[in-house]
């Protein structure tokens, strides 16, 4: 098989890219390995309402579960903090059912889709992305974009260590329960339950949600349990399983004649593990990059890549990721006496403002500001400790 634009995996990415490439008349095929675009389903499952509009994806009640508005945020000893906005933030989806939408629309644009096709392998020659291995056949392309998900099961067996972090285990489940706030989200810290993340609650409608967390620890679906049962006294369904990003992007991103893109790159907020937007917007670079190449007919174009999308979007994780390894450190004692703190100094109603004037995806700005505001600096020197914001301020370098 022979083809202009050759991509691995149909997720969000992937798709986003292929379409990209198609409508400029190329010929683009996507290479998934299971059988139905979108399943085995391991995302939560919500999207920014900014985070849409920048895709160019309109909510459709074909995946659009619900519409919520802000969120509750617990720390281990039950302290919250509520943040609500007047205005949506963000859609909960059916996640599968999105991506079954995108890939439509990438068929539509004249992508050609090629499910159940497992790649065995980025075939390399001198260095150089020449073919993919499926079965016992060889698939030839001008350009190859990895878009696989996290690890990049390919690019070891190819030889290439990308030396990506902070991949860790997440669970979900999806459960019936007597009601819920069903416009507030939930979000809980705790270090006994969600090692270096955490748990999140995702109303899909007054009676039903989507819970889940994200560990660097292994017992991930077993806590999980004891979770559900502890705030909803219910008994979990069935558990999925999948891997989150945390660690920020890797160092490189462009080999000759390939590509990465989404949760291999490590184009993922490291404060949330959410890679659709960001993901997207790069998978969206990563074709346009591939249609200059094609028409000029120099695969060495690629090399911009890296460079487009860092230079649009690679501060934005820097910054989210120097807040992780904040939160990683906080073990539950100091979190709870942070959380006690801005309550005590009356900061709902700030955190509510930034939030406001803040974006879900591009979180730089929201995160700078907030630890060069001196009332809540007052409270994090005052719950955390001098040594513990000293560390703050030197990771943002005011």
Known sequence: MKTEAAIVGAG?????????ISKKGYNVAVFEEHKRVGYPVHCAGMISVEGFKRLGVEPDPLFHQNTVYGGRVYSNDGSCLTIKDNKPRAYIIDRGS???????RAVDAGVD?????????????QGVASSLKIDSSDVKSE??????????RLLARSGIDTGQQGVYNGFNTELCVDSIE????EVWFDTEIAKDFFVWVIPISENR?????GTSESNGATKLKKFVKKRFNKDSNTIHSGLICTGGPVNQTVYPGLM???????????????GVVIGGLCGKIAGETTVKALESGNV???????????AKYGSELQTMLFLRSILNRMDNDRMNRIFSAFIEEGLEDKFTRLVEDGDMDMQADVIKRAVSDPVILGALAKSAGRIALSEILSVFRF
């Open 260 to 274: 990465l893109v989404g949760d291999v790159a490590g184009q993922v907020k490291p404060t949330t593990a959410g």
């Open 209 to 213: 949600v989507r819970c889940g967390l």
């Open 182 to 185: 069903a416009d507030m989200v």
């Open 98 to 104: 999105f991506d079954k939408h995108l890939a439509d």
């Open 300 to 310: 060495q174009l690629l090399d911009e890549y890296d460079s487009a999308w860092r």
């Open 143 to 152: 350009v190859f974009i990895d878009a696989e998900g996290a690890k990049g």
């Open 12 to 20: 969000p990415t992937g798709l986003l890219a292929a379409e990209t």
């Open 113 to 125: 889709i090629c499910l159940g096709s497992r790649v065995e392998e980025i075939v390399l020659k």
